[in-house]
């Protein structure tokens, strides 16, 4: 079993919509939970970070955790075209004086016109 | 946050072959990372460059076949040694800023063909 789990899509939804993206981890240790999006022949780029359970956000973007279930998702509200990318979610555990850490295998979002 | 940038940004490769892939920071960093992401698949953390000592590698990934150097806090470099098509991959590095480890900023990429 992988220690995060994210489901790969595509999802594609018309502009405007409510998007929900989701991960779910094994692991109780982690403790950081992150958004990445990553543009097609880019790098990622971090989104949001959250820091134990609760809900953080940012404009159009909310992130929430819950420890409890082991469960994580990104809203995005009023989605754009430009939205349309691969989000990955990550977490970290603290191991010393770095953080590894460890990525979902991304889902693929399309917003269309 | 900090800007990183790759050389190369893609290659195609021969079997048998090396290539080293070098990332600049834009300033000084305290933790370097280089990560491979293949299609389909999560990121996978390759090793952690330290600067001033040896990388700290993951299971499954060994300094014969991906040796890393760290020579100061802005640059880093590492190398795809004898290289065979399962090496072809999109090779990241990324870095962390000192006191928030759990936050990683990523280079742009090298996207690696072998042949």
């Known amino acids: 079993q992988k220690e995060v789990e994210q489901d790969p899509g595509p999802l594609s939804v018309p502009e405007g919509a409510i998007v929900s993206l989701n991960c779910t981890y094994s692991?109780?240790?982690?403790?950081?939970f992150m958004w990445y999006r990553q543009y097609s022949r880019k790098g990622p780029e971090l989104l949001m970070y959250?820091?134990?359970?609760g809900n953080k956000e940012d404009g159009r973007f909310t992130a929430q955790v819950d420890k409890s279930s082991k469960y994580i998702s990104l809203f995005i509200r009023d989605s754009q075209p430009s939205d349309s990318a691969t989000y990955l979610c990550?977490?970290?555990?603290?191991?010393?004086?770095?953080?590894?850490?460890?990525f979902g295998t991304g889902t693929r979002l399309q917003v269309t016109l | 946050s900090a800007v990183i940038s790759q050389k190369p940004s893609r290659d195609i490769c021969q079997r048998g072959t090396s290539l080293t892939i070098q990332c600049q920071v834009d300033s000084q960093v305290t933790m370097m990372f280089w990560y491979r992401q293949q299609p389909g698949q999560s990121l996978t953390l390759i090793a952690t460059a330290n600067q001033g000592s040896e990388a700290t590698y993951e299971s499954g990934f060994v300094i014969d076949k991906f040796p890393i150097s760290r020579p100061n806090l802005t640059f880093s470099t590492l190398t795809v040694s004898n290289m065979s098509p399962e090496d072809s991959s999109i090779y990241l590095c990324?870095?962390?800023?000192?006191?928030?480890?759990?936050?990683?900023?990523f280079g742009p990429g090298t996207r690696l063909t072998v042949t």
């Open positions: 990550a977490m970290s555990r603290r191991t010393g004086t770095a953080s590894k850490l460890t």
């Open positions: 959250t820091y134990s359970s």
């Open positions: 692991n109780s240790a982690f403790q950081y």
């Open positions: 990324s870095v962390s800023i000192q006191g928030r480890s759990y936050e990683q900023y």
